[in-house]
């Protein structure tokens, strides 16, 4: 059974730091794309930055500079460096994994982010 579990989210003033977290199972990690996406509410689900299997990042103009995706291989896990937050940054975060070629999509439940001071 593939899960994939989202830590680090919490409550940080403008100007702050946080470090989101996704951690796979029953799945060959390695193989998969990771993408982090969010959603604040009222809204529609925003891509916000994906790495692929070889460690090649990419990133929404909204994050760029600010933000820092990146994977660990050896413990299944995904990580969104998050610096320089926003209050628009607000939403919940949500990371999906999906292996080139194949149809099947994984999602993590989410985890909230507030920006507020």
């Known amino acids: 059974q593939v899960q994939l579990v989202e830590s680090g989210g919490g409550l940080v003033q403008p100007g702050g730091s946080l470090r989101l977290s996704c951690t796979a199972s029953g799945l060959i990690y390695r193989l998969y794309v990771v993408a982090w996406y969010r959603q604040a509410p009222g809204k529609e689900r925003e891509w916000v930055a994906g790495i692929t299997s070889g460690g090649v990042p990419n990133y929404a103009d909204s994050v760029k500079g600010r933000f820092t995706i990146s994977r660990g291989n050896a413990k299944n896990t995904a990580y969104l460096q998050m610096n320089s937050l926003k209050p628009k940054d607000s939403a919940v975060y949500y990371c999906?994994?999906?292996?080139?070629?194949?149809?099947?999509?994984?999602w993590g439940q989410g985890t909230q982010v507030t920006v507020s001071s």
């Open positions: 999906k994994m999906q292996r080139p070629g194949f149809t099947s999509v994984w």
